[in-house]
Structure formats: structure tokens, C-alpha cells
DNA sequence: GCGATTTTGTTGAGCATTCAACTATCTGCC
DNA sequence: GGCAGATAGTTGAATGCTCAACAAAATCGC
């Protein structure tokens, strides 16, 4: 009956559990780190950068959702929180009446300048420094290829 | 102010973000597809696994959670939701009266044997099929080192 | 043995995410 | 111009996770 199931070999299932294990280790450990230290979870300091590196600091919510991966929905409920502690604030988008934009607030330019020293000492710590030169540029180029095959090119929902 | 802060260079935040970009859509989209075909998250589909694999099939709640990369209340919770569905039961450790042992129940087995097909499948089509061999081993390796180097040896909590 | 500490597992509150349903607006087409 | 369908964003309910607090039982140190 599993005859049209292509199962994994030994080496696979190694390879899939490493990289299941690895990859949720580092993001809870990041996420935590980053809870700890700047009271936000790695998904809304992930909003706060790339809200601070887009002209006028401020984006589209479509276009939010897109670059932080995730859905419309997520986005939405992410930014009411966001704009209750006073770290981005919503305004009409002036081409579109149906759209919002995002705007990062001077505060929140501010939490995020605060969080991002330990942050990214965190991902030096816990990512870079475990891999060798090579390991990284491999890990660039199979993280590429995944993202390519997944097609991450449109909101979740 | 940053001068002890070790920033990332370029392409080192493109690994970074490719890295998150595609080990969070891969586990989202095998989450979606075990959600939608299997009825259950990722998350208790390892623990059905886990279950299946340990003699008896069952484990002391802290071992499930080791294994499973999960803390304990996480677990707890799981497996009460799990032992709803029928799919796990629970029975006092004889050794340790603190102790219980989750068990994978056959009606959890069933569920497991059904869901796991196309489950596997789906980790080849987003996951294998997009990698060369040699990318398969260099990934098994980089998650390894990045296991060892994260310390993943006890409950994350 | 016995008190201090550790370990085991659960619980409840709060938060984040998902999913489906919904409104409002825009676009394409005739 | 006007209607059909697509797109933008929000909402609420349900689900799962985190964190801190807790009870019970085991273990350690003397």
C-alpha cells in the first residue's frame, strides 16, 4: 500500500531530524533571548527591521507580510499590538484606499536600536560561530535553493 | 556604542535571512499540509513518531519531551489534547510515583500510519527534492554541528 | 533518618497564530 | 458606466505555546 511512498533512508531521516532539531533550537533560543531582553517576540522585531529599512519607514501591509513571511492575518493582529505599545502607527495609504500603511514610530526606531546589538550578538553566538567559512556559504546556498523551491513569493493566506 | 557589538556583514545577513526565510516557510508548509490532510500540527505528529519508535511505545513524559524538543508544559498540554483524540493515554510510572508514561494508543498508531505517507512525501518534495546529494550532506552536517553547538540535551524549560 | 533541594509533571493566564468570514475597494471586461 | 471577480485588510473564535507558580515525590547531605 505505500508503494508509490518514496520513503527516506537512514541518511535522510538523520539529515531531516538534525535540521528539524536544529532549526527550531536556534529560533526558540533566539526568540527567547529576544523576549527576555527587548519584551518582543523575534516576529515583531522582524516587522521593526524591515519597517526601519524601508523608505519613510514605512510599508504596504502587503508588502509587510511579504518580506516578513508571514500572513495577512498575522500581520494584522502583529500590528495592532505594535501600535499599542506605541512602535508603529497605521495610516492610509494615499494611491490606495483600500491600503494601510505601517509607519515605524521614533520610539519604535528606538526599541529596535536597543534589541539589535544582542540580537545579533545572538546569531553570532548561536549560528555563525558554530560553522566553519564553508559551512556558511553552504548554508547560503541550500537555504536559496529551498526558498526558490518553496516558492516564497506571495503572503501565506 | 556598538563598538563590542560584532555585526553581521553582508553576506553573512543574507545567509541569516535566507536561512529564516526557508526553514520558516519549509516547517510552515509541513505544518499546513499535516494540518489540513492528518487533522494535527507538526508537533504532535513527533510525538506520535517518537511514541511509535520506543519500546512499548511509550516514554516517560520529560524523555518525550527531550526527543521531541519540547518543554514540559508544552508536553503536557500536548499530550492531554492528544489523549482527547484517543490517540496517546496516560498510566502512572511504576518506578517513580512522580512519573507518567504516555502511551501511543492503536487508535494513535492508526493515525500515524495514515498521516505519515504523505507527511514523508511532503518532506521530499519541499525539502530533499530541492537539494543536490551533496547538499543533503553538508546540511546533515551544519544541523548537527549547530544541535551540538546549541546544547539540546535537556527540557527547554 | 530528616530537612533542604531537586526533579517531575500539571495548571492557568496571557499571548501569538490560524482559519474562515467579512467589508471595502479596485480592476478588467463588455 | 457597470458588473464580476480579484485584492486589501480586519476581525473573532479556536488552538497552541510560554511563563510562572504549584504539588508531589525523589534525592542529597549530614
Chains 1, 2 share one sequence.
Do not use: K, N
Not at 4 to 32: K, V
Not at 110 to 130: Q, S, Y
Amino acid at each position: 500500500m505505500d508503494l508509490m511512498t518514496r520513503w527516506l533512508d537512514p541518511d535522510e531521516q538523520r539529515t531531516w531530524r538534525a535540521f528539524l532539531t536544529a532549526s527550531r533550537a536556534l529560533t526558540e533560543t533566539l526568540d527567547r533571548e529576544l523576549q527576555r531582553d527587548a519584551g518582543m517576540p523575534h516576529a515583531y522585531y522582524e516587522i521593526l527591521v524591515r519597517l526601519s529599512e524601508a523608505p519613510g519607514r514605512e510599508l504596504r501591509m502587503t508588502d509587510l507580510a511579504l518580506v516578513t513571511g508571514s500572513s495577512r492575518s498575522r500581520l494584522s493582529h502583529a500590528v495592532a499590538r505594535l501600535e499599542t505599545a506605541g512602535w508603529v502607527r497605521r495610516r492610509d495609504c494615499p494611491t490606495d484606499r483600500r491600503g494601510q500603511l505601517a509607519v515605524l514610530t521614533d520610539a519604535g526606531f528606538a526599541a529596535l536600536a536597543a534589541a539589535a546589538p544582542g540580537h545579533v550578538e545572538g546569531v553570532r553566538r548561536h549560528l555563525f560561530d558554530a560553522l566553519s567559512p564553508a559551512q556558511v556559504d553552504q548554508l547560503r546556498r541550500i537555504s536559496e535553493s529551498l526558498v526558490d523551491h518553496l516558492g516564497v513569493d506571495r503572503p501565506l493566506s
